[in-house]
């Protein structure tokens, strides 16, 4: 059978259609302009309100490399509208417009270039792929029983579509609009999975569930002409030979990374492709900065976020040591970095491998929707940390440092179920690697390169008590009051490490033989001891393992399996370990 020869479109007659379109445009604004629809709100009464209607649509499909440009820009479109409308709140009676609680989808606001259906053919337009929304907008309104007040059918049906069953709904700004409402309070929920495109209604109406509308007939529709990225008409202006902005790709990944951490660094170079992009605080190197000194394999881009961080940065330098104030910022900082990262990821990225602190931020920003990523895991999830945080509170209830500061519920749960969707979780530490189960990837911690110590940076060597090292200030949640108990039967010397303090009323090393060392005591040491409740970079415990010093550390701290190495399960469960160490025989 031979095919009918496609009419192609030309530019006298597109820009006759623009005409008609703006034509179309003044005249809605007109119309409701006297009573335009409300705009609604986000709230959270419904949150947890059963579930009154659910669509699951299909994001990704088998795509070629001509294909692909276009559906990513349409599912980064589908991220952007989906953040717009997710969580609204619609009251009784009110009238629910796509356009006006969207508004117009434009380069400024970050839309980009979609299919969309235009004179018959899929062409790329600014915001394109909208209808895949509204679809299952018009489905789920129709299974809740809602009033449909204005809804559009496409001119031609693609193949397959929901259009080839009367269930599709396309918008077109401003004047094809989907609107509808409801005689009962109902929340609206969109979301995007690694694959699917989620619309979920829920309410609290009381009563029987409403009755699901039955579809209405559409007029028989012709069926679309073509792809423009593979119908093969080269002369149209609007296929890709005409311009430079569709260029056939398969996507790459996308790295996301905070603090360097070596392993970290290892384990992104092995998996990064060439045609991947890192996306780092600042360039370490140029800037003397160790720790943001990431080095990205050959073949891959890098971009960084020099401005925010240097912010950051001066910033920070005002702030305690410690504390809630500290905390606090260092969560905002972390939701602005995310951010300045969320612009700079390219719509044809189609994986992430993202540093956790940024996690719950991207997560809140949409970004993660219609892609699969991975955690660089470098601390307990806020939910976790918070529990063991509250363990240790209760054996230290005088303690100001373990429940000064909790994070934000919701963030909590931001984290939860973006960790809940990722795939691999990497991580070198092993308490978290073994709280990840199967989806760890367990990285192998880097030993510290040993230099030696400078003979006059070194501290007084003379003191004939055997000494412990502590790596650390001397705080609740680094286990300070177990080892504070424990060493009170024994005779030793500690040397501390850091400087921050508990309360001024609760001194746990009054009474012991202690100094404020410097890390050149290690080397002068019996063993490093660390019975912590949170650790998560063990650093010194590692450098002391290199050296051929013994450490002995709660599990929690996360340290390799060694030789030197004894871990305990509990903080408290530290002076027979000691009493073995020190050598003290029984009394």
């Known amino acids: 059978m031979i095919e009918p020869r496609r009419e192609i479109p030309g530019r006298l007659a597109a820009t ?14 007109l119309v409701d302009l006297p009573r335009p629809p409300p705009r609604h709100r986000s709230g959270d009464r419904l949150h947890q309100a059963p579930i009154i209607a659910e669509v699951r649509s299909l994001l ?165 002409q073509g792809d423009c990225l593979t119908c093969g008409q080269t002369s149209c202006f609007r296929h890709p030979s005409a311009t430079s902005a569709h260029r056939p790709a398969l996507g790459h990944t996308t790295y996301l990374l905070d603090a360097y951490w070596p392993e970290f660094q290892d384990g992104c170079s092995q998996h990064s492709q060439p045609g991947d992009r890192w996306l780092t605080p600042l360039d370490g190197h140029r800037w003397n900065k160790t720790n943001y000194q990431w080095s990205p394999p050959t073949g891959t881009s890098i971009a960084h976020a020099t401005l925010t961080t240097l912010l950051r940065a001066w910033r920070q330098r005002r702030l305690p040591a410690q504390g809630a104030s500290r905390q606090s910022f260092l969560l905002k900082a972390d939701a602005e970095l995310a951010a300045d990262f969320a612009k700079r990821i390219d719509p044809q990225c189609r994986h992430l491998v993202i540093a956790q602190n940024l996690l719950p931020h991207l997560w809140r920003l949409g970004i993660l929707g219609g892609r699969t990523f991975d955690v660089l895991l470098h601390r307990w999830p806020l939910e976790e940390l918070h529990r063991r945080l509250d363990q240790a509170a209760l054996h230290h209830q005088k303690s100001s440092t373990l429940s000064d500061f909790r994070a934000d519920p919701q963030l909590v749960r931001d984290e939860s179920s973006a960790l809940a969707r990722a795939g691999r979780l990497i991580t070198p530490h092993n308490a978290l690697a073994d709280w990840a189960g199967d989806r760890a990837w367990r990285l192998t911690w880097a030993l510290p390169t040993l230099t030696p110590t400078p003979p006059e940076i070194a501290s007084d060597t003379k003191s004939s008590l055997p000494r412990l090292f502590f790596p650390a200030s001397p705080l609740a949640r680094k286990g300070i009051h177990e080892l504070a108990a424990a060493l009170r039967s024994f005779p030793a010397e500690l ?58 550390a709660t599990r929690a701290c996360g340290l390799p399996p060694h030789p030197l190495l004894t871990e305990i399960d509990e903080p408290d469960s530290l002076t027979g370990w000691l009493q073995n160490l020190l050598e003290v025989p029984v009394s």
């Open 60 to 224: 990704w499909n088998k795509l070629s490399p001509e294909e692909f440009p276009l559906t990513s820009g349409k599912i980064h479109n589908l991220r952007l509208a989906a953040r717009a409308l997710h969580g609204l709140e619609i009251p009784a009676g009110a009238t629910f417009s796509f356009w006006r609680q969207l508004g117009r989808t434009t380069r400024r606001r970050g839309f980009t270039a979609g299919r969309e259906l235009r004179e018959g053919c899929l062409v790329p337009s600014i915001g394109g792929g909208l209808c895949q929304l509204t679809g299952p907008l018009y489905q789920t309104a129709l299974a809740a029983g809602f009033q449909i007040i204005e809804r559009h059918a496409h001119s031609r049906v693609i193949p397959g579509s929901a259009a080839a069953i009367g269930l599709d709904a396309t918008v077109f700004w401003n004047y094809v609009d989907l609107r509808f409402a409801s005689d009962f309070m109902w929340r609206l929920e969109v979301e995007l999975d690694a694959t699917h495109l989620i619309v979920r209604m829920r309410s609290a109406m009381p009563g029987e569930a409403p009755q699901p509308h039955p579809i209405p007939p559409d007029p028989p529709r012709p069926i679309s």
């Open 16 to 29: 006759l259609f623009q005409f008609k379109i703006r034509i179309f445009q003044i005249r809605r604004f």
């Open 495 to 552: 040397i501390v490490l850091g400087h921050a303090r508990e309360n001024p009323d609760l001194d746990p090393l009054k009474g012991l033989s202690w100094r404020q060392g410097t890390l050149a005591d290690l080397s002068s040491s019996r063993a490093l001891v660390l019975p912590a409740w949170v650790e998560h970079e063990p650093r010194i415990a590692l450098r002391a393992l290199a050296m051929g010093i013994p450490v002995v």
